[in-house]
């Protein structure tokens, strides 16, 4: 099975604070994803990449950055971290080999910024 | 930008009822995933469909595509208190790197 791996599951930071969320895939795939869930809004995608250090905008990147310096390992940072920033972070993964192919999550990252 | 939408948004529901959640949209979809979280936790794969008009039985769970490609239904028959979580679709199109997801539909089941 895919293993999709946040760093944190919960995390409190303070206005202001640089906060790196990490992410790190298994499977070898090429596409990786960030996304926020909140209540109401559903997914909205932050940054996603094709592949190693390839990153593309999406919908919602402000205040937001990526890295991808290795194949398995997507890295989100909030440059300088707001509290309109509070939120569900998830990570997915997902493979280039056949159209149909799924996305597959982390178990997200809840982080308040206070 | 393609719009997948979900309806209802919300349901809650006794133990033993059916239920179905509809994801519709105005465009073709090559694909279509349905997913389901629970609270705390990341989505989960619960299937794939990519032919028109096809059928997928998952036990209790009953997954539709519709004929054109455009909507999908997942039908639930004698819900169980474990059925209760967000259930989410998402479409893809040609050779998006993108999937568009539905905002969910959040299920409770009561015992």
């Known amino acids: 099975d895919v293993k999709v791996t946040q760093s944190s599951r919960y995390l409190v930071k303070r206005t202001g604070e640089k906060v790196f969320l990490e992410c790190v895939q298994d499977?070898?795939?090429?596409?990786m994803f960030w996304y926020r869930q909140d209540p109401g809004l559903g997914l909205r995608l932050i940054y996603f990449?094709?592949?190693?250090?390839?990153?593309e905008k999406g919908d919602i990147p402000e205040g937001y950055s990526v890295s991808r310096e290795k194949k398995e390992r997507f890295s989100l940072i909030l440059e300088s971290a707001s509290t309109n920033q509070t939120s569900m972070y998830l990570c997915?993964?997902?493979?280039?080999?056949?159209?149909?192919?799924?996305?597959?999550f982390g178990d997200g990252t809840r982080l308040s910024i206070l | 930008t393609q719009l997948l939408e979900q309806s209802p948004q919300f349901l809650s529901i006794q133990e033993g009822e059916n239920l179905t959640v509809y994801c519709n949209s105005s465009?073709?979809?090559?694909?279509l995933q349905w997913y389901r979280q629970e609270p705390g936790e990341g989505p989960v794969l619960l299937v794939t469909?990519?032919?028109?008009?096809e059928v997928k039985k998952l036990k209790r769970l009953t997954f539709q595509f519709g004929d054109a490609r455009k909507d999908s239904s997942l039908h639930i028959t004698a819900a169980q208190t474990g059925d209760t979580g967000l259930y989410l679709c998402?479409?893809?199109?040609?050779?998006?790197?993108?999937?568009?997801f539905g905002r969910g539909t959040s299920l409770i089941v009561h015992p």
């Open positions: 465009s073709v979809f090559s694909s």
């Open positions: 499977m070898d795939h090429e596409n």
């Open positions: 990449s094709y592949d190693v250090k390839m990153k």
């Open positions: 998402a479409g893809a199109s040609g050779g998006s790197y993108i999937p568009t």
């Open positions: 469909v990519v032919t028109g008009g």
């Open positions: 997915a993964s997902r493979s280039l080999q056949g159209a149909s192919q799924p996305q597959h």
